[in-house]
């Protein structure tokens, strides 16, 4: 019912929107003016009930070469009910791809999919002389029977089956005859090597191969050329020869190579040995150096003679000498012409923070700094307090006026001096420098190419 144009409470929503609408549209029919009060509508909510005894909720599944195996909510006549879940299996001969086990779910549709592939095997090559033929191709189950051309027999299996797992049984077989070729090899040989060398040239005659059937034979050598290097050591050479019904025969013959060599040579004590070719053999060079802070005594280098002996006597590392009691910069910086260079610290006194900082990155650089072949001279305060020093070595008053005038190095503030071989300046620090930034410098301008070479050699020396 109606009441002064309201929908009555117990009147259903929908019949109550549309009596709304018919009251407006009576009192328009009567030309009287009545406000429009019911122009906004609320839309309800409304959710499809979920039917789960819908018998045809999901399409019904199928499977191709395979079966599906489906339990429901209401029983075992339902398969296709929502919330029905199904097994899918193949056939023997396929394989399923896709979803093993599916469900039915709200939106009418099934949770996956799956299908069955037919499982094939591999094509299986032909066989030389022979043919083979097969019951279903190369799927499941199919035989494949081998034969052979008259006058050749099989060798091995007649026949192999594909498997379900998509692999044949057996191993390949051979078509053979019963009369192979014959090859014989050239003898075995030594060869020595070179001097300086780790390799020889080896040369042979080709092997002499026959058959009783076929002229042309095919004769294939395995392994290495000859007329070409070979490395110390044995060699075995294999030579295969084949007719034309691809039946084989094999030889083998043996070549040694020889290195003469002679004692490994030890490093000296405070030093180590840069060598030629393998080190020890005939031929090889090995020169003496030193570590830093130490000067070769003896031969330069010895070579291993063939009679597998060094030339000459081991040359020995001993420390460098130098005086520190000079009376003048040039009489000090003399001893280390062409053989040192020489990084000079100067700061206004030992507790300068500048200082204090380079001295410690110096002190962790010491390693390297030798092996560039760089001496570190240390000038602090100012007379009558003013030292100037070697490590330990104490240098006199007149030495470090005269570095401090040759090179115009200031008391005022820290800063460093590079000199190279020569006693040039070749840079100046105001700051204090980490060594790898020294090292940078001193490696690209300041190392000769023989000397990079040998700190690439021996860069780890230090870790």
């Given at each position: ?40 509508f609320?839309?309800e ?19 191709a ?20 879940r ?11 791809l ?19 592939r ?13 043919r ?7 799927f ?14 099989i ?8 498997q379900?797992?998509?692999?044949w ?56 050329q ?26 083998k013959?043996?070549?040694r190579v ?74 000090l ?30 002190q ?8 560039r072949?760089?001496t ?85 020396f230090?870790?």
């Amino acid at each position: 019912m109606l009441e002064s144009g309201v929908c009555v409470a117990a009147m259903p929503t929908s019949r109550c929107a549309r009596a709304a609408v018919f009251i407006f549209l009576f009192f328009t029919a009567g030309a009287t003016t009545v406000e429009d009060s019911y122009s906004d509508f609320i839309e309800e909510d409304y959710t499809p009930q979920l039917d789960y005894k819908d018998p045809n909720w999901c399409h019904s599944p199928h499977l191709a070469n395979g079966e599906v195996t489906c339990r429901s909510p209401r029983g075992g006549a339902y398969k296709s009910t929502l919330g029905t879940r199904c097994e899918m299996s193949c056939d023997r001969g396929y394989r399923l791809l896709g979803r093993r086990s599916i469900h039915c779910l709200p939106n009418r549709i099934w949770s996956g999919r799956a299908y069955c592939r037919r499982i094939r095997c591999h094509v299986l090559p032909l066989i030389s002389q022979g043919r083979y033929t097969c019951s279903q191709g190369f799927f499941v189950d199919s035989r494949c029977d081998f034969t052979c051309k008259p006058g050749y027999r099989i060798q091995g299996e007649h026949s192999r089956t594909c498997q379900h797992r998509g692999s044949w049984s057996g191993v390949q077989p051979e078509c053979s005859d019963t009369d192979p070729p014959k090859i014989k090899c050239p003898p075995s040989r030594l060869k020595v090597a070179d001097p300086g060398k780790l390799t020889a040239k080896v040369s042979w005659d080709p092997p002499v191969a026959t058959d009783t059937a076929d002229k042309f034979l095919n004769v294939v050598l395995v392994d290495q050329q000859p007329d070409t290097e070979f490395k110390e050591g044995l060699h075995i050479i294999r030579y295969k020869v084949y007719d034309q019904a691809r039946n084989r025969a094999a030889c083998k013959f043996i070549v040694r190579v020889e290195v003469r060599r002679c004692p490994v040579l030890p490093p000296p004590l405070h030093g180590y040995l840069s060598c030629s070719s393998d080190g020890n053999n005939y031929g090889a060079a090995c020169e003496y150096l030193c570590d830093g802070g130490y000067e070769r005594r003896g031969m330069s280098s010895r070579v291993c003679q063939f009679n597998r002996s060094w030339s000459g006597d081991p040359a020995e590392c001993v420390p460098m000498e130098f005086k520190f009691s000079v009376k003048t910069a040039s009489a000090l910086l003399d001893q280390f012409y062409e053989r040192r260079r020489v990084l000079i610290i100067s700061a206004p006194n030992i507790s300068d923070l500048d200082y204090q900082l380079q001295n410690v990155m110096i002190q962790k650089a010491d390693c390297g700094l030798d092996l560039r072949h760089v001496t570190v001279i240390e000038l602090l305060d100012s007379p009558p307090r003013e030292t100037g020093r070697i490590k330990e070595n104490l240098l006199q008053p007149e030495v470090i006026e005269g570095l401090r005038q040759a090179f115009r190095i200031s008391r005022s503030y820290f800063s460093m001096v590079l000199l190279d071989k020569l006693g040039v300046d070749r840079e100046r620090f105001i700051v204090p420098v980490s060594s790898d930034e020294l090292f940078s410098y001193i490696d690209s301008f300041l190392l000769e190419e023989e000397e990079r070479e040998k700190l690439e050699l021996h860069k780890d020396f230090c870790d």
